[in-house]
């Protein structure tokens, strides 16, 4: 079983210009977009692609954040760009659809990152205050800046 | 740009034997847990495996939870289990880290999915009031069932 691998195929491109975010979806897939514009957000997965090197997805420990402060943390335990599968997941608020573009508030990745999956986002039902997390310098989003 | 691919290899498998659920995570991967334990929640990220077929990878509307009476819909805009990358991601709370497994709660999987990838779980800072979706019947969840 370990021994299986998946292919993915981007179904489009995250797009950054000036001010704005967009996500631009691949015509082969435009079909896939029906109804999206009746959600508000929704949960974009991206490519680490600038990463997809054998060093990068070999990393299994890392200081979360970029910071030698905080502790040396397993990459599971963290949302670090640099890990073995190069998934990458984001809430983005829908601004607006248009044809194929998802006009988005904003999104923590580069221009031209490969988009493998958007699902509608959903609240989740976990009370804030039955979340337990470490302590570490710097917030998660900023993991992956690292 | 289209025309890239990436690969991903599984890095564990869901586990479901009686009522106990679990991640066994894969001797060349144990080390992305260090410091897991610490968090009350992950991210789990598996593959649907089941549906690994072109027909099943070029399904690109359908309607939500399996159900007719719901609206044709973009598989993007759902979660469905048919989808051109078959990612899969499900919240789960972690009840205790036994060395490379993970007991968790629940999750919505098959015994034997290969899991791709996992993110600690940080709350999403969205109000729920600010959070606009359409009224299918059936609850999100029962989607990955269709």
Redesign the interface.
């Known amino acids: ?2 021994g ?8 489009g ?1 995250i797009r950054k210009q000036d001010d704005h975010a967009f996500i631009e ?2 015509p ?2 435009t ?6 514009d ?6 974009v ?1 991206y ?1 680490f ?1 600038e990463n ?1 090197d054998a060093e990068s997805r070999a990393l ?2 890392v200081h979360p954040c970029g910071n030698e402060a905080n ?9 670090s760009p640099r ?5 990458a ?1 984001s ?1 983005c ?1 829908i601004l607006a659809v248009e044809d194929n573009r998802i006009m988005i508030e904003d999104i923590d990745a580069f221009d031209g990152s ?1 988009v ?9 039902d ?1 009370p ?1 205050d ?5 302590k570490w310098e710097g917030h ?1 989003d900023d993991e992956e800046e690292e």
Chains 1, 2 share one sequence.
């Open positions: 079983m370990p299986n691998s998946y292919t993915i195929k981007p179904i491109v979806i691949y082969d897939y079909d896939g977009l029906l109804g999206i009746q959600f508000s957000h929704i949960n997965f490519w692609s997809d299994l420990q502790p040396l943390t397993g990459v599971f335990a963290t949302h890990r073995p599968n190069l998934i997941s809430t608020k490969p493998i999956d958007i699902k509608s986002y959903f609240p989740d976990i804030h039955q979340v337990r997390k470490p998660p």
